[in-house]
């Protein structure tokens, strides 16, 4: 389903080089097995990411998820799909406040 009320997510990747990267990335769709958003560079199919949604009760909540596809739509804008390790339910992100999680 569609996943635009929250137009940012912290999301941190570890690289293979052991290197942590924190951003927040455009959402674009959300299921209880993974999240879809865009990006600005590249992000290796494989990789881990962890993370920030707002649950409509908890707050900020951290997920692992690890990057299934990362297509190229333009210039620097990279469609980047990754699966969670644990299922969630959507409807409990959707409901809430759509204001964007503090970084570190």
């Not at 941190?12 to 600005?40: I, P």
């Not at 900020?60 to 969630?88: L, M, N, S, W």
């Amino acid at each position: 389903m569609s996943y635009r009320n929250v137009t940012h997510l912290l999301a941190t990747v570890k690289g293979g080089d052991g290197r942590v990267q924190r951003f927040r990335v455009r959402t674009h769709d959300l299921s209880s097995s993974g999240l879809g958003f865009l990006h600005g560079t590249f992000i290796y199919p494989g990789a881990n990411v962890q993370l920030v949604l707002n649950h409509c009760v908890h707050g900020p909540t951290y997920h692992d998820a690890v990057v299934r596809r990362c297509d190229h739509c333009q210039r620097h804008v990279h469609r980047i799909g990754v699966e969670f390790d644990k299922p969630i339910e959507p409807e409990m992100y959707l409901l809430a406040d759509s204001s964007n999680p503090t970084s570190d």
